[in-house]
């Protein structure tokens, strides 16, 4: 396997081990840097290592930094790359499993160095589940597409840093020619000390743009979500309801 690997000063260390890491498994390592542990900034590296990936040119992609937040976040803004934020085997395990994760980012001062190997290894050599999962992959880049059909500048399309991108006339899209967007309602299960179950949804009150709402029909709902929400859907929907009553919504079941 092709792999790409990046970081900044503060992975320096650890994409060294890792490189060897690696190359004693049998991969063919793309080294995009940084070459040493003197401070750099750390976009212009990752965003490299990410490139890669979504070119095709590496199959699987791996950053480090610090913290490995800042480096998720890069490679994350690159339409097709899902880049995971890993701190032990359970996280990689997940990664690759639920999120077909094609990148992985690693804190190098958050873990011990034997951890950070593990999760390499756990996440090179763990399939993806599929099922469910795929709609759900799928939907991950449904905002670059949509944004792409209203005429909006993706991540994948930006020059090289220090190109100024900046539109004339402040740029950007009416708020009226935005096409409508899938909204994913978030099920938050809260349980209360006395032992009852109840529903909240989070929606912001100034969200306003035409909106699809996906609800899963009848023959899929307990299937698909958990069991505490099973044979509860009409209530749950009602609930849906109230509380995108501000919005310009349209439901539709799948």
Same mark, same amino acid.
């Given at each position: 396997?092709?792999?790409?690997? +990046?970081?900044?000063?503060?992975? $320096?260390? $650890?994409?060294?081990?890792?490189?060897?890491?690696?190359?004693?498994?049998?991969?063919?390592?793309?080294?995009?840097?940084?070459?040493?542990?003197?401070?750099?900034?750390?976009?212009?590296?990752?965003?490299? /290592?990410?490139?890669? &990936?979504?070119?095709?040119?590496?199959?699987?992609?791996?950053?480090?930094?610090?913290?490995?937040?800042?480096?998720?976040?890069?490679?994350?803004?690159?339409?097709?790359?899902?880049?995971?934020?890993?701190?032990?085997?359970?996280?990689?395990?997940?990664?690759?499993?639920?999120?077909?994760?094609?990148?992985?980012?690693?804190? /190098?001062?958050?873990?011990?160095?034997?951890?950070?190997?593990?999760?390499?290894?756990?996440?090179?050599?763990?399939?993806?589940?599929?099922?469910?999962?795929?709609?759900?992959?799928?939907?991950?880049?449904?905002?670059?597409?949509?944004?792409?059909?209203?005429?909006?500048?993706?991540?994948?399309?930006?020059?090289?840093?220090?190109?100024?991108?900046?539109?004339?006339?402040?740029?950007?899209?009416?708020?009226?020619?935005?096409?409508?967007?899938?909204?994913?309602?978030?099920?938050?299960?809260?349980? $209360?000390?006395?032992?009852?179950?109840?529903?909240?949804?989070? &929606?912001?009150? +100034?969200?306003?743009?035409?909106?699809?709402?996906?609800?899963?029909?009848?023959?899929?709902?307990?299937?698909?979500?958990?069991?505490?929400?099973?044979?509860?859907?009409?209530?749950?929907?009602?609930?849906?309801?109230?509380?995108?009553?501000?919005?310009?919504?349209?439901?539709?079941?799948?």
């Amino acid at each position: 396997m092709k792999i790409s690997i +990046g970081s900044d000063h503060a992975g $320096y260390h $650890y994409k060294e081990m890792i490189k060897r890491f690696l190359t004693e498994k049998g991969h063919e390592v793309h080294d995009v840097g940084t070459d040493s542990d003197q401070s750099v900034d750390y976009p212009p590296f990752i965003r490299a /290592a990410a490139l890669a &990936v979504q070119r095709g040119e590496c199959e699987r992609g791996i950053v480090l930094g610090g913290s490995g937040n800042g480096e998720a976040m890069v490679a994350n803004r690159l339409m097709g790359i899902r880049c995971a934020l890993c701190w032990n085997r359970e996280t990689a395990l997940l990664a690759r499993g639920h999120n077909d994760a094609n990148m992985i980012s690693i804190g /190098a001062r958050m873990i011990p160095p034997e951890t950070a190997l593990e999760i390499v290894d756990v996440w090179l050599n763990t399939p993806f589940d599929g099922g469910r999962h795929i709609q759900r992959i799928q939907q991950i880049d449904a905002p670059f597409v949509e944004a792409e059909k209203a005429g909006v500048k993706t991540t994948q399309d930006m020059p090289p840093a220090g190109v100024d991108i900046s539109m004339p006339d402040g740029g950007g899209v009416d708020q009226e020619e935005k096409d409508a967007y899938d909204l994913l309602i978030a099920f938050r299960y809260i349980k $209360y000390m006395e032992g009852k179950q109840s529903i909240e949804f989070q &929606v912001d009150p +100034g969200l306003k743009t035409p909106t699809v709402i996906h609800i899963p029909s009848a023959e899929r709902w307990n299937t698909e979500l958990p069991e505490w929400a099973r044979d509860r859907r009409d209530e749950i929907i009602e609930r849906i309801r109230q509380k995108t009553a501000h919005m310009q919504r349209e439901f539709k079941e799948y």
